[in-house]
């Protein structure tokens, strides 16, 4: 039988707000995740070139809007200009956030620092985090593959829950979950085992998943004790998933 830990957070979210049903990382993203009934989303957050906290996966912003350059390199006021896929912006992690708070959505925030703005990034995100969402009745988990962003995002706001991000599983998990004080290992779901997560269960850290999109797969997870599983198939794998 599957080791359990208190988790409680959902157990289904919907990666980038709107699985692969709306322009990932948009406010219109976090809406859809939310009419599908999703009580979840994850998003992810970089700094602009003045420091603005906002929500964005690349590094450039060539991919998923019409316009080109570094997120670093541009202030905000010059990516809020830009659409995605229209209508859509480039939102501010702090108008996500309080999104997030009216639709009663929990957010999974990774901090996905640019290159060389490792600590500043996890700093920022912290900060806001603890600010936007003090006295609500769940804290967003903030998550990063970034060990330098998490101990930045520890130093300014350790209250603030953290979840130590992997592809694969490393040897020493452990001592960097203890050393930057996660509740919750967040890897690729190909990474898990039924005994690896044994062990992470039976330290007393959760399992999220990434990026579970087939429904029998989903279950396999879950049986092994996935706490929680983040999936772009918001078609196929609902918010009451089982």
């Known amino acids: 039988m599957a080791l359990r830990v208190n988790w409680p957070y959902p157990g289904i979210v919907a990666h980038r707000g709107g699985g692969a049903l709306a322009p990932e990382n948009t406010l219109g993203a976090i809406r859809l995740g939310a009419s599908m009934g999703f009580k979840g989303v994850e998003f992810d957050v970089m700094l602009a070139g003045d420091g603005t906290p906002v929500v964005i996966h690349d590094e450039t912003v060539d991919r998923t809007t019409n316009g080109r ?16 896929e229209g209508n859509e912006r480039i939102p ?5 956030g309080r999104l997030c708070r009216e639709l009663g959505v929990w957010a999974n925030v990774e901090i996905k620092p640019a290159k060389g703005h490792e600590r500043a990034t996890g700093e920022a995100v912290a900060r806001m985090a603890r600010e936007q969402w003090l006295g609500a009745p769940l ?3 903030l998550s990063s593959f970034s060990v330098e962003a998490l101990a930045g995002a520890r130093s300014v706001a350790p209250g603030v829950p953290r979840g130590y991000l992997v592809d694969r599983i ?7 979950m203890r050393r930057l004080g996660c509740i919750a290992l967040h890897c690729n779901y190909k990474s898990l085992t039924e005994k690896l997560a044994d062990e992470i269960h039976g330290d007393g850290y959760a399992i999220v998943l990434w990026t579970v ?4 797969i989903a279950r396999q997870m879950l049986a092994f004790g996935a706490d929680c599983l983040v999936t772009d198939a918001l078609d196929r794998i609902g ?3 089982r």
Do not use: C, H, K
Request: aromatic share 10%; glycine share 2%; net charge negative.
């Open 69 to 84: 350059g570094a997120v670093p390199e541009m202030s905000y006021a010059e990516l809020s200009q830009l659409s995605i």
């Open 139 to 141: 804290a967003p988990v």
């Open 170 to 176: 490393p040897a020493d998990w452990r001592e960097t």
């Open 92 to 96: 501010t992690f702090e108008d996500a």
């Open 213 to 216: 999109n087939e429904p029998e």
């Open 239 to 241: 918010a009451d998933f």
